[in-house]
Structure formats: C-alpha cells, structure tokens
C-alpha cells in the first residue's frame, strides 16, 4: 500500500526553507549594492555585467504567452548590484545564436536584488559569492590598467 504524504507538512516545510534562504540571501547582500552602485557612479567599469547560472524556468502566468516561458537569470552589474535578468524563453533561445547577445542585451536588465520576489532573492543565494568574485577580479584587472 503507498504511503500517504503529510502535504500540509511538506509545503509547511518548503515555505520555511525559502524564508530561511531569502533571509540568508539578504543577509549576504547587505551594503554589497551599496558599493557596487558607488563605484558605477565612479565610471570605472562603466556598463559590465556578469551572467550567473539560471535560477528558475517557469510557464507564464495567467494572461502571458502560452507558447514561451520565462528564464531567470542570476546576474551582477555595478548599476543595479546583485540581481537577476528575467528573460523570456523565447528571446532567451534567439540571443543565444549571438555569442555576444546576452551580454550586449543584459547590461540594462538587471533587476536588482532588493526588487526581485522573494523566491528568487532565496535563489539567488548560493550565486552571490561567485559573482561577486567574479566583479572583484574584473575590478582587479581594471585597476591594473589604469596605474
């Protein structure tokens, strides 16, 4: 005989580890946006943005297309800091064709952190410490060639 499934307990659970997450998520974000728009406003690194893994593949909802579906990208950029790209499906597939599309496309569709719902900030979490990295060494290597 199968066994029931507490469903209430499950989705219980589920709604916990998010909280935790976005709450973990927020926590490592804390002033780094900050920051990250300072030296924006300073021009040094003018429009770089930085591509993270894909965090979420999802249908539209109620009223959207129903032969495309959204991406959502996690990403960093000096104007908007830590954040994440929502593509469509459908655009996503024809950029790719482009081995520049998605960076040329991205530098104005980062949708920063602190504006994203909160599933994604959670999902955001464990593509912080990278991209963050990532910016630091691009810093790095910028700064080295302008002394």
């Known amino acids: ?10 989705l219980k659970q589920l709604n916990l580890r998010l909280r935790h997450l976005n709450e973990q998520a927020e926590a490592r974000v804390e002033g780094l946006n900050e920051q990250f728009r300072a030296l924006h406003a300073t021009g040094m690194l003018h429009n770089l943005v930085l591509l993270g893994s894909v965090i979420l593949s999802r249908p539209y909802g109620v009223g959207g297309p129903f032969d495309s579906g959204q991406s959502i990208q996690a990403a960093l950029s000096l104007r ?11 655009d996503a597939a024809t950029l790719a064709d482009d081995p520049d599309g998605y960076e040329r496309e ?3 569709r980062v949708v920063p952190f602190e504006e994203c719902e909160p599933a994604v900030r959670a999902l955001l979490y464990s593509c912080i410490p990278d991209l963050v990295e990532r910016m630091i060494k691009e810093i790095d290597r910028a700064e080295g060639k302008h002394e």
């Open 106 to 108: 991205a530098s104005g």
């Open 80 to 90: 908007a800091g830590v954040g994440a790209i929502y593509w469509d499906t459908e």
């Open 1 to 10: 005989m199968a066994k029931k499934r507490n469903y209430r307990a499950t």
